[in-house]
């Protein structure tokens, strides 16, 4: 009985309705006890700076009520001098501002510490706040993000596409902020030139760390995905749907320099997936041509008259690459002999 049970269609979808429920709930509740944990936080930080602001008390007072909290509730961590100092240093920073104390209690405290520590200008504290929150970064990704200078690169350094002519302004403007200048992909464990299908390959493979790298929204479609059109077909290198915009998003990947003849191929691929793929409630779809290098007059020209929205974006390895290596990468034919020469030796 309990086995026939098991297999009916509407005992599944019971047990898969209560497992999401759970989830759901145990989502809820280590959020509701995050919040509650910084806001004691908060209040302990207060707490030290009022009393040794209206007492007068050194130092001295966070080393005594650490060791007193910690003999109080035994086995319970986050009470340590070097935590209260932390606490202390909490309430200091963001005292004056509203805006980012309604951020902070959407994050773990050790995402918050570091932060703290390592972002001073509000605007890009604002961003690792909101982008830990709705990403749910872990602290060692925020650290990546950080080092890389995925602010700056997202939000401040100058874009290169049409949107703001190919889009209405509400979604132009949105487009906008959900494309970085420049990608970082040191994390695909690639230390030095590849071939576009490896490099696609690799990004497939660690496709989480991508749409990490990428921003909050994208969904992953496909590689090499296939349009057939009137007896043919064609492919896109990757292809996502982003839940923001609500529109495909086409990814092409150039090894090399940005050459102009890849807007007009990226503008053909659009007109492709807005009459064969995208849904009827869904907005134009947006190409990213992605190149180890460009010169920017010539992303200027070359994406004039381009009616689709399109944009041009290098991507870099590592920020630490040698100088020989550094915003520009061989051309295919030089790689391909160069990984022909290595398999070679290695037979």
Known sequence: MNKTLTKTGDYVEFLNAIKN????A???????????????????????????????????????????LRNEFQGTSGFSVQNLWYMRQFFLEYRDNSILQQLVGEIPWGQNILIMQRVKAFDGRKYYLQATAEMGWSRSVLLNQIKAQAYERHTLAPKQHNFERALPVHLAEQADKSMKDVYMLDFLGITKPVVE??????MVATIKDVLLEL????????????????????????????RRLKCLVAIELKVGKFLPEYAGKMNFYLNLLDDYVR???????????MCADRDNFEVEYALR??????GVAEYCFTSKLPKVLAGKLPDARKLKREIMKELEEKK
């Open 21 to 24: 429920r759970i989830r759901s």
């Open 26 to 68: 145990r989502i809820s509740a280590a959020r509701a006890v995050n919040k509650e944990q910084i806001s004691l936080y908060w209040e302990i930080g207060r707490g030290i700076i009022e009393k040794q602001e209206k007492l007068g008390w050194g130092k001295a007072v966070v080393e005594q009520l650490s060791k007193d």
């Open 197 to 202: 299908r490896e490099l696609e390959n690799r």
């Open 215 to 242: 921003g909050y929204g994208f969904s992953f479609l496909g590689n090499q995905y296939r349009i057939k059109a009137r007896n043919r077909e064609y492919f896109i290198d990757l292809l996502f749907y982003h």
């Open 279 to 289: 849904e009827k409630d869904e907005n134009p779809s947006i190409g990213i041509i």
């Open 305 to 310: 008259g381009i009616q689709k929205p399109v």
